[in-house]
């Protein structure tokens, strides 16, 4: 997994790399890697290098984690999806949760930010709701998430209160 560190950077920023990064990643092995991706392509997994240039097609979905919360909840209802474990808003979304997410309901990568604060680390921006934290994962169809980061929180009295509230 990839974890983004950039100085002077908000989420929108952290978002940008991330995918630039993985479609960097993509591009650099679909043009000097073509011998490997076509054998896998050919013996391993049938389709790989559509999937990949998918991939790089097009701008990634951008979702915050309550309208996720929300599709989860419509599609148990209306298409009786059934999960393992139940989402519900406030706790984090399992892999079951993510990967339905980016195979089946957008069939391409996603990025879902704004978290409940609730399990996110001391350390992320708080947003103005006081509930989410500029927090933003990556999920990949077949994989899951693969790229996590979040912009920091910089001023000290709220990292301090941060820490004390979470009971480190």
């Known amino acids: 997994m990839i974890e983004p560190e950039l100085a002077f950077a908000e989420l929108p920023d952290v978002m940008d790399c991330a995918e630039d990064y993985l479609k960097y990643c993509l591009r650099y092995v679909l043009e000097n890697n073509a ?9 391993v997994d049938k389709g790989l290098k559509a ?27 209306a298409k009786k999806v059934k999960f393992s474990e139940k989402p519900v808003w406030g706790i ?11 195979e089946k309901v ?10 409940p604060a609730s399990f996110k680390s001391f350390y992320m921006k708080m947003n103005e709701d006081g509930k ?6 990556m999920l990949v169809p077949g994989i899951g998430e693969l790229i996590g980061g979040s912009a920091r929180e910089e001023d000290l009295d709220k990292l301090d209160a941060m820490i004390a509230k979470k009971g480190l």
């Not at 391409?108 to 930010?113: D, L």
């Not at 989410?132 to 994962?137: F, L, R």
């Open 132 to 137: 989410t934290v500029q927090a933003m994962d």
């Open 35 to 43: 011998d490997d991706l076509e054998f896998f392509n050919s013996w």
């Open 51 to 77: 999937r990949l240039e998918n991939v790089l097609s097009k701008p990634f979905k951008r979702i915050t984690y309550t309208e996720c919360i929300t599709l989860l909840e419509e599609h148990m209802k």
């Open 92 to 102: 984090d979304m399992g892999s079951e949760h993510e990967r339905y997410l980016a």
């Open 106 to 115: 957008f069939e391409m990568p996603i990025i879902v930010y704004d978290y």
